[in-house]
């Protein structure tokens, strides 16, 4: 997982007087005399703003230096729990990184966060919600992207690493309705809200009866004001992020929050996407995990958009990195040839 100020002097203290009263003399003391104690003064004064300068941009910086990890996120609520859920754990394992400052987050808006009027596929699909982060790694303007995966591409920046990945959340999609207690209880031509092609034709393959609206876009918060407000009469959001709603270098300071279990599963289920070559426009499902004997357990899915036709596959082998990916790839070929040209076409 992809996780985010500029130094500038204080001319004002420098600046001239806003009253040239502050300057003036009294009494029996001559023009020169006046004008010469005047300048004694400004030199005075022009001294004291120097000094108050050069420690004014001593103490910012100290206050850089403080600075050892900048981590960029997006600013939903979300992203924003998932980037605290990060410096915390970060915090807990390097004593540096616990000092005030030490971690600072960052939060950059992406083309995903500014265009909400259209279906995500129809404007771009990859690194929607990860490019203008992942600009800012590579830029140095941030030195870890925190991501969450499903928005990851298949293929990530060059410069860029995966070195880490967090404990895996809840995975199952959670069922919301005000009138409802399943998909099942709702009545025909019932419409479904969601973003996610893969809910999508997976909704479709079961009830072919109701209706999906595609563009049912915006944070949790804002789908379900929207499922209040009876725009849709119900909706599927992702478990975890209802849960979370409570690199060389920067790469060392993250090994110890890495969960190999997750990154081993992840590693295989992105095999699998690569292989069939997944966007948001390709309905695709994969799973890995460790079962109770410590084998791998993948099962893959992959689907029309139009919901008629809903392909899968499994594999269990050895819990290792190789044989992992492997896996994946082969689940994905198995996919992909059973599929045939134009499968994914809408």
Not at 71 to 77: D, F, H, V
Not at 152 to 180: G, H
Not at 296 to 312: E, M, N, Q
Not at 313 to 321: E, L, V
């Amino acid at each position: 997982m992809g996780l985010l100020s500029s130094l500038c002097t204080s001319q004002t203290l420098m600046s001239r007087p806003s009253s040239p009263a502050i300057f003036c003399t009294s009494g029996s003391v001559s023009l020169n005399g006046s004008s010469l104690k005047t300048r004694a003064f400004l030199r005075k004064k022009q001294a004291l703003g120097l000094v108050k300068a050069s420690v004014a941009v001593e103490q910012q910086a100290q206050e850089a230096k403080l600075t050892l990890i900048r981590i960029g996120t997006r600013g939903s609520p979300l992203a924003l729990a998932q980037a605290h859920e990060t410096r915390d754990k970060l915090m807990a394992s390097h004593a540096e990184l616990a000092e005030d400052g030490a971690i600072q987050i960052v939060i950059i808006k992406t083309t995903g966060d500014k265009i909400l009027s259209q279906p995500l596929a129809d404007i771009g699909g990859k690194g929607l919600f990860t490019k203008e982060i992942d600009e800012a790694l590579i830029n140095g303007d941030i030195d870890i992207a925190v991501h969450s995966m499903k928005d990851v591409p298949t293929y990530i920046p060059e410069m860029t690493i995966l070195p880490c990945n967090l404990p895996r959340e809840d995975v199952r999609d959670a069922f919301i309705s005000m009138s409802a207690a399943s998909l099942a209880d709702l009545p025909a031509g019932s419409i479904i809200g969601t973003a996610s092609l893969r809910r999508k034709s997976q909704i479709l393959h079961r009830y072919p009866s109701l209706s999906v609206e595609e563009n049912f876009r915006g944070n949790v918060q804002t789908r379900l004001r929207k499922l209040n407000e009876g725009v849709v009469k119900a909706t599927l959001l992702a478990l975890a992020g209802l849960k979370r709603l409570n690199m060389t270098e920067n790469a060392n300071y993250l090994a110890l929050l890495n969960h190999e279990e997750t990154r081993l599963a992840v590693a295989c289920e992105r095999a699998f996407l690569e292989t069939l070559d997944g966007s948001c426009r390709t309905p695709i499902a994969g799973y890995a995990r460790r079962d109770e004997n410590g084998d791998c357990i993948f099962k893959g899915l992959v689907a029309s958009p139009d919901g008629t036709r809903v392909l899968k596959t499994s594999r269990k082998g050895p819990c290792a990195f190789d044989d992992m990916i492997a896996m994946g790839r082969d689940a994905g070929e198995e996919l992909l040839s059973q599929a045939g040209p134009g499968f994914f076409d809408p």
